[in-house]
């Protein structure tokens, strides 16, 4: 594609060849020869580098929380030379990720990536725009970088809020509590309303003591807890924001339960089947959240897992679908909301808009 420059170099030559017409026609033929091959040998060698060049970005995967920014250093290979300049790096994001662009210098100019939306980012493009030695050429090449941008929901930050389970919940795990578990959480002196089962009766008669101490045992718990979510969207956009929503949600309940000590099991029904991960502690459930979204689906049955799952997760769209309303009172669910007004909760639903405390709902998972 000729640039302004390379118009401008027309119009020269066509001046110049009106004007040595009038001195002569071998002096024009020979000038008219030498202005075509400068031209052709600069477009030539051009098109040779962009050919012949790679388009890279270091590294390949990067990782940061919503809202934090991170790095990575494009390189434009052998574009920059005697014989091509590189005048522009434009990067194309897909919704929800923004890109600042550094200055091009030796072949390489940084990228800064911050995501606005928790999630997994692909589909980054960049367009480098190369312009001959003289000037009068320009070519654009646009590339996929193949770079992942993974962002991590800002839950994962917050604080653990105390939880209050009942102390009739028993399960696999010890959550570090007071319960009615096998195991012994602590010695107490008797007190009007505790188990006579759990008066410690030998040490008394050892001791001589005649305080009478009691046996309190620890609470436990589920050893796994299972969540499958259903989202649905319309646009590009409205994937990106339910998944953001979504991703805070698992990440405030699943930060809850694996603090004690119970394994999070991630399924989400895409189309081909189910993606999976699963998370025993926080790092891991890291992980398993952006790897729930980007994972392989397999070909599962969705309805049985659905009756399996522990918990539902459903947009208000997914609401609506028979296989899913049918669960209605019958098990936990959490209704994310991302519309105007608030449908009602209570009993076994949960309503999720970005801010709601999900304690309540993770005492109900455990006591389950």
């Known amino acids: 594609m000729l640039t302004a420059r390379g118009k401008d170099y027309l119009k020269a030559t066509a001046i110049t060849i009106l004007i040595t017409s009038i001195a002569g026609p071998a002096i024009a033929g020979a000038l008219t020869l030498a202005l075509a091959a400068m031209a052709a040998i600069s477009l030539l060698l051009l098109r040779s580098r962009i050919g012949a060049s790679g388009i890279s970005v270091e590294p390949l995967r990067l990782r940061a929380f919503k809202r934090e920014t991170r790095s990575a250093v494009l390189r434009v290979g052998s574009l920059g030379s005697s014989f091509a300049r590189v005048s522009s790096v434009s990067i194309s994001n897909p919704f929800g990720l923004g890109c600042e662009v550094g200055k091009l210098e030796r072949g390489a100019a940084e990228l800064a990536f911050t995501p606005y939306y928790a999630g997994s980012f692909t589909g980054i493009k960049a367009a480098v725009r190369v312009m001959d030695a003289l000037g009068l050429f320009g070519e654009t090449r646009e590339v996929d970088l193949g770079l992942v941008v993974e962002a991590l929901p800002r839950s994962l930050l917050m604080a653990d809020t105390p939880m209050l389970l009942s102390l009739a919940v028993q399960g696999e795990v010890p959550t570090g509590g007071r319960g009615s578990g096998q195991e012994m959480y602590s010695i107490e002196s008797y007190a009007p309303g505790s188990d006579a089962r759990d008066v410690m009766w030998k040490r008394m008669a050892r001791s001589g003591d005649e305080t009478m101490l009691v046996r309190v045992r620890e ?150």
């Open 219 to 368: 609470a436990s718990a589920k050893a796994a807890i299972g969540m499958l979510l259903r989202l649905g969207s319309r646009t590009a956009e409205e994937q990106v924001r339910r998944v953001d929503l979504a991703s805070e949600a698992i990440a405030q309940l699943g930060k809850k339960l694996v603090s004690m000590g119970v394994t999070v099991e991630l399924a989400c029904s895409r189309k081909g089947g189910l993606s999976s991960a699963e998370a025993s502690n926080v790092t891991e459930l890291a992980a398993a959240i952006i790897g729930v979204w980007s994972a392989k689906p397999e070909s599962t049955d969705v309805d049985e897992a659905m009756a399996r799952a522990d918990l539902l997760v459903l947009d208000s769209e997914e609401l609506e679908d028979e296989s899913a309303a049918r669960f209605l009172g019958q098990k936990p669910l959490l209704l994310l909301w991302d519309a105007a007004g608030r449908p009602s909760s209570g009993g076994k639903t949960f309503v999720f808009t970005g801010s709601e405390d999900l304690t309540p709902l993770a005492e109900v998972l455990l006591e389950t």
